[in-house]
């Protein structure tokens, strides 16, 4: 257990209750009670029937016999049947309604555009996975996949599917040097990139990252670049090769490979609590029945929608909800390349009302951002086409999602708030649309065949409305199945904390109509005088004052208390951060949750350092709050400008 095993105090009372509108559940592809009621008996008394019948409607070279095998860590799913996850996405489509649908709408940030049905993007993926096979890769092999958000990423990823070659996605905005050690732990021998990317009107230049770590990475023998920019770049003969220039050079017909469901899929690197990444490893049959059925039912995708997805493809959730689970349901998936402020704050409702896009599914952190910048940039767009919105990421505070729900989806649409990580490979907890009452705050409800529950220290259920450590009871379809190169520490990360359970490092609590709350990360929840806090729901607290835009919360060593609540806190345009206004806020927050919450310390920021997936970085915060100078690792902080602002102002 990270933390001493005392309960977790659990003090956020949110009552505003949200029913599915009528006409949606009308619609939805989950919308009636009574099935509901079934799937979910049968999900609950035989999974294996459940999952069974999932996977029917999927395409398996080789039918399974076994549904599940093994336990705990060592599940395998469909462990004897043959599938291939690109032909699932694509092959399986063109003999139907979808062969002519757009796959791919996509928008680069210039403002440049291309749309792939599905038989064209069919043909492209065909073509790359002959190339690579040309190039020699073959299955088994890792290739790993630096790009920007442009149709290739995804048309790579497929491509590597195709071919049963393990891809490795490492986000663009990371630098050579973590690239370099991704792909070492990975062994690549390949990686597939492009000259560059468009963000905030500049070039990311991505080959000359790769440039810089090619030297270093002994396996790597090839590197593919797609033209997008046009940039310069450097060129190694004999290793680089111009995607252009191949894939003008092969057909466009390509036979899928058949791979073993419990073949490796892709490794997709994740921070935890050491400074080295883990590579969590996700293989192919479990992962693809898991992100299918969430996909068309918690986003209850039809033919008509077009679904953006606001996730960038170097995420788990760019890659089972940009590019794998939508392609499975035959939906048409809305794709941008680049900032979403970029060249005005209006980028995003310019973007959904002109598409007329259906389904918005994005983080807390950039609902946050748009509520800062006012109503007046999404009013002026007419955004009557979304009908349904989703969040991930962290626990959106009851403001936001209010805001979220109001101002973004004009108080007709459900909003999804989806409670999932990296190793759990698809969307565990949350709401069906048209089913589900949902709560601002609350992820609501598992998902079909999914058993979570929440424990003390030693592993024991607490009650309904008592904090405790999530865990989850029983083996699930899409689970990572190790960490790569280092199965002891999946096992004593994962699977040893709460003996045949899986640990999900995050503290929560249900409450008595079996809603779960997220509460946050375990290591970020703090003990006041005995009394442990979700540093969210102070958070949340604070937002839910009007002059506060965004606030993050941690704990300080404190001699009588333990420890002291110290927020960092960043105001509305407008707002001016002075003494009376600290205290102001401290009231709020003792009004608000009560005395034991109330911060010892407040302190005003421009802005507050966050990964560049949009967490925030408590832990250098803490080392901020404790009087530290935050040295630790950085190498995933968005924006290092904000840290050298934040100690400026501990000086002042
Ligand atoms: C999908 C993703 C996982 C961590 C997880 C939580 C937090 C994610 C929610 C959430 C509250 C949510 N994968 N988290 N979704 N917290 N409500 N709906 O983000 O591996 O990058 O992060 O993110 O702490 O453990 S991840």
Same mark, same amino acid.
């Given at each position: 257990m990270p933390q001493e095993p005392a309960a977790i105090a659990s003090v956020l009372q949110e009552s505003r209750a949200f029913p599915p509108p009528e006409a949606f559940s009308r619609a939805a592809v989950v919308g009636d009670s009574d099935r509901h009621e079934r799937l979910q008996a049968l999900s609950r008394e035989a999974p294996e029937v459940f999952w069974r019948e999932v996977s029917r409607e999927l395409h398996w070279f080789q039918p399974f016999t076994t549904v599940r095998s093994g336990s705990g860590p060592d599940t395998r799913w469909f462990e004897d049947g043959t599938t291939n996850l690109a032909y699932n996405c694509l092959d399986r489509h063109l003999e139907g309604p979808a062969r002519n649908r757009a796959a791919i709408i996509w928008e680069g940030e210039p403002g440049d555009t291309r749309t792939l049905t599905y038989l064209e993007l069919h043909r492209e993926v065909c073509r790359m996975a002959l190339v690579l096979s040309e190039l020699g890769l073959a299955k088994g092999d890792c290739v790993g996949i630096y790009m920007p958000m442009v149709p290739e990423a995804a048309i790579a990823m497929l491509a590597c599917a195709r071919l049963g070659l393990v891809h490795s996605v490492v986000f663009g905005g990371f630098s050579s040097e973590a690239l370099k050690d991704r792909m070492n732990d990975a062994g690549a021998r390949a990686i597939i990139t492009a000259d560059g990317g468009w963000r905030r009107g500049q070039v990311v230049q991505l080959k000359a990252q790769v440039d810089a770590a090619a030297p270093s990475i002994p396996t790597l023998e090839h590197v593919l670049v797609v033209r997008r920019t046009g940039t310069p770049v450097a060129w190694t003969e004999g290793r680089d090769v111009w995607w252009h220039e191949r894939r003008s050079l092969v057909g466009e017909q390509h036979e899928a490979v058949p791979v073993g469901a419990e073949d490796r899929l892709f490794i997709l690197y994740t921070s935890g609590t050491t400074g080295k990444p883990k590579g969590l490893v996700h293989t192919t049959g479990g992962y693809m029945a898991q992100v299918f059925l969430t996909s068309r039912f918690i986003f209850d995708l039809k033919e008509q929608d077009v679904y953006w997805c606001t996730a960038?493809?170097?995420?788990?959730?760019?890659?089972?909800?940009?590019?794998?689970?939508?392609?499975?349901?035959?939906?048409?998936?809305?794709?941008?390349?680049?900032?979403?402020?970029?060249?005005?704050?209006?980028?995003?409702?310019?973007?959904?009302?002109?598409?007329?896009?259906?389904?918005?599914?994005?983080?807390?952190?950039?609902?946050?951002?748009?509520?800062?910048?006012?109503? =007046?940039?999404? +009013? #002026?767009?007419?955004?009557?086409?979304?009908?349904?919105? *989703?969040? $991930?990421?962290?626990? !959106? &505070?009851?403001?936001?999602?209010?805001?979220?729900?109001?101002?973004?989806?004009?108080?007709?649409?459900?909003?999804?708030?989806?409670?999932?990580?990296?190793?759990?490979?698809?969307?565990?907890?949350?709401?069906?649309?048209?089913?589900?009452?949902?709560?601002?705050?609350?992820?609501?409800?598992?998902?079909?065949?999914?058993?979570?529950?929440?424990?003390?220290?030693?592993?024991?259920?607490?009650?309904?409305?008592?904090?405790?450590?999530?865990?989850?009871?029983?083996?699930?379809?899409?689970?990572?199945?190790?960490?790569?190169?280092?199965?002891?520490?999946?096992?004593?990360?994962?699977?040893?904390?709460?003996?045949?359970?899986?640990?999900?490092? =995050?503290?929560? +609590? #249900?409450?008595?109509?079996?809603?779960?709350?997220?509460? *946050?990360? $375990?290591?970020?929840? !703090? &003990?006041?005088?005995?009394?442990?806090?979700?540093?969210?729901?102070?958070?949340?607290?604070?937002?839910?004052?009007?002059?506060?835009?965004?606030?993050?919360?941690?704990?300080?060593?404190?001699?009588?208390?333990?420890?002291?609540?110290?927020?960092?806190?960043?105001?509305?345009?407008?707002?001016?951060?002075?003494?009376?206004?600290?205290?102001?806020?401290?009231?709020?927050?003792?009004?608000?949750?009560?005395?034991?919450?109330?911060?010892?310390?407040?302190?005003?920021?421009?802005?507050?350092?966050?990964?560049?997936?949009?967490?925030?970085?408590?832990?250098?915060?803490?080392?901020?709050?404790?009087?530290?100078?935050?040295?630790?690792?950085?190498?995933?902080?968005?924006?290092?400008?904000?840290?050298?602002?934040l100690r400026q102002d501990d000086e002042g």
């Open positions: 960038d493809v170097g995420w788990i959730t760019g890659h089972s909800y940009v590019v794998y689970g939508p392609l499975l349901s035959g939906a048409t998936v809305f794709m941008y390349e680049g900032a979403p402020l970029h060249p005005g704050p209006d980028r995003f409702w310019s973007m959904i009302a002109r598409w007329g896009i259906t389904i918005l599914y994005t983080a807390p952190t950039a609902i946050r951002t748009f509520m800062k910048l006012g109503d =007046d940039h999404p +009013r #002026r767009h007419d955004m009557s086409t979304l009908r349904l919105l *989703g969040t $991930v990421g962290e626990p !959106i &505070n009851p403001e936001a999602w209010m805001w979220y729900h109001r101002t973004i989806g004009g108080e007709r649409c459900p909003i999804v708030d989806t409670w999932w990580q990296t190793e759990t490979g698809a969307i565990m907890i949350a709401p069906l649309p048209g089913i589900t009452t949902t709560r601002p705050g609350s992820a609501t409800q598992p998902f079909f065949g999914i058993r979570p529950d929440i424990v003390d220290g030693q592993g024991q259920p607490v009650p309904d409305g008592q904090g405790g450590y999530l865990v989850i009871r029983e083996a699930w379809p899409s689970m990572a199945r190790t960490i790569h190169g280092d199965h002891a520490r999946y096992l004593t990360q994962y699977w040893s904390q709460v003996p045949g359970s899986y640990f999900t490092g =995050d503290g929560a +609590r #249900r409450d008595a109509d079996g809603c779960y709350w997220i509460m *946050g990360r $375990v290591d970020d929840v !703090i &003990n006041v005088a005995g009394h442990r806090l979700g540093t969210m729901e102070i958070e949340s607290a604070l937002v839910s004052h009007a002059a506060v835009a965004e606030a993050a919360v941690v704990g300080r060593p404190d001699e009588v208390k333990g420890t002291s609540v110290v927020a960092f806190v960043t105001l509305k345009a407008g707002r001016k951060g002075d003494e009376a206004l600290k205290g102001e806020l401290r009231n709020h927050v003792a009004t608000e949750i009560g005395a034991i919450a109330r911060p010892e310390e407040i302190r005003f920021t421009d802005a507050l350092p966050k990964t560049r997936s949009g967490k925030i970085m408590r832990r250098l915060l803490r080392e901020l709050a404790g009087g530290g100078e935050a040295f630790g690792d950085t190498t995933t902080l968005e924006d290092l400008s904000v840290l050298a602002a």
